[in-house]
């Protein structure tokens, strides 16, 4: 082994301890045996480090931080990451399984169809793609428990009105709302491609049911994808996110939990869980 290769696997030794005393240091802080409570998220200067530089990138940041739990801001940091990684996978607007339809014998289309876009996806600068990822999940926060409209949509409405505020282009913005509003919509999603399919292929990925990207299309590459692994840590996340869905929209009495969670959505797949399972502690049966 050469003093290069052996410098090399000194520094990987001594960045690992470093994640793993700064991963103990969150967890411990954020009490990883129980709820992690409002506010309790911190941020280690290398996870500032991949985040874009913009003035609503620091207003979205700093409202993630104030209004969710640790366990909801770590998940939407790392669905930032992810779906940053998968707009570099997916580079073009149009997904690389558009052409199954037309491939299809019983579908009808032909080959100049192309039924799976119906919108041109703008590409999306890193600081939209930030305000979409770091507040889709905004709308479960107690500020917004009188507000009867699914979490998701209450998301999309508060980001849609950061970035506005900032000027930031109306396609753009109708893009960032349609990705936030849609990412719990499966079959729907993957579809549109550009920022909408990034943000539902990173949810999927965080919660394990779409391959993690790349690491090296993370950004900050094996870096970036460490820093996901050890500075951001998963606690009580498909939990705290489950109860906090279904508690706002019990909240709202009978009739209007109905447009919080109206049926065949995914907030009243949980709402229904709850209820055939009201003594179970765990995380929601229909996550």
């Known amino acids: 082994m ?58 979205a940041l700093a409202l993630a931080k104030s209004s969710l739990p640790a366990s909801i801001l770590y998940h939407s940091l790392r669905v930032y990451l992810y779906a940053q990684a998968f707009m570099s996978t997916y580079a073009k607007t149009q997904p690389d399984d558009a052409t199954w339809a037309k491939e299809s014998p019983c579908s009808g289309a032909t080959s100049s169809d192309n039924p799976t876009l119906p919108h041109i996806a703008p590409p999306a600068p890193p600081y939209v793609l930030f305000v979409a990822c770091i507040l889709h999940d905004i709308g479960v926060a107690k500020d917004y428990d009188t507000v009867p409209d699914r979490f998701e949509v209450v998301s999309a409405d508060v980001a849609a009105g950061m970035l506005r505020k900032h000027d930031v282009a109306e396609p753009l913005v109708s893009d960032a709302w349609l990705a936030m509003s849609l990412h719990t919509s499966p079959g729907i999603a993957e579809r549109l491609g550009g920022m909408v399919r990034a943000l539902r292929l990173a949810v999927r990925a965080d919660f394990g049911s779409f391959p993690q990207p790349d690491a090296q299309k993370i950004p900050g590459g094996q870096e970036g994808f460490n820093i996901i692994r050890w500075q951001l840590p998963r606690l009580e996340i498909e939990k705290e ?21 109206p049926k065949a959505s995914w907030p009243g797949d949980l709402v229904r869980g709850k209820r055939q399972n009201p003594e179970w502690d765990g995380v929601n049966k229909e996550f």
């Open 2 to 59: 050469s003093v290069g290769d052996i410098g090399a696997r000194m520094e990987t030794v001594v960045q690992k301890q470093q994640y793993n005393t700064e991963s103990t240091r969150i967890m411990c802080k954020s009490s990883h045996h129980g709820p992690t409570g409002v506010g309790t998220g911190t941020l280690p200067a290398a996870v500032r480090t991949l985040l874009p530089s913009h003035p609503a990138c620091t207003e």
């Open 241 to 261: 996110l489950g109860d906090a869905v279904v508690s706002q929209a019990l909240a709202m009495g009978e009739w209007k939990h109905s447009q919080k969670a």
